[in-house]
């Protein structure tokens, strides 16, 4: 009885902190209480982002020394040769994607399907209809 009431639950660690990035790219760096450079970005599976220089992001520590490892989604792929900071793709399986721009482009890749309302600079669209009034 004595011993259990000495017994102590162990401090409570922070497992998680809020950072700031101060390196741009697909391996950033990150200044929580100091400054970790290389570290990998994890995001949820066919997500790929690529934080701005100053862009708050949660930092995931673990373990003793931070050496745990754990599961929050899947490890991002390599960023497309011209994605700058900022940017964002959505990528499936077969290669299809869609990629949000920095200049306002969005760039589908694959074969699209529509289904519902299609509006094209505010005008709205409707399946082409050539050919048939020859029929």
């Known amino acids: 009885m004595w011993l259990s009431s000495k017994m102590r639950p162990a401090p ?17 760096g990150v200044m929580t209480r100091g400054e970790v450079r290389t570290v990998p970005i ?5 997500y790929v ?42 990528y499936g399986p077969g290669g299809n994607s869609v990629y949000l721009m920095r200049d306002g482009t969005l760039e589908l890749r694959g074969d699209v399907r529509v289904e519902g309302s299609l509006w094209i600079n505010g005008v709205g669209c409707s399946p082409c209809q050539c050919g048939e009034e020859l029929l």
């Open 42 to 46: 994890y995001g949820p599976g066919g």
């Open 12 to 28: 409570a660690t922070a497992d998680a902190d809020l950072g700031v990035t101060t390196i741009a790219g697909d391996s950033v």
């Open 49 to 90: 982002w690529m934080p701005e220089n100053g862009a708050a992001v949660l930092v995931v520590k673990g373990g003793p020394g931070g050496e745990e490892q754990c599961v929050c989604g899947m490890k991002q792929s390599a960023p497309p040769k011209k994605m700058q900071p900022g940017e964002v793709m959505v």
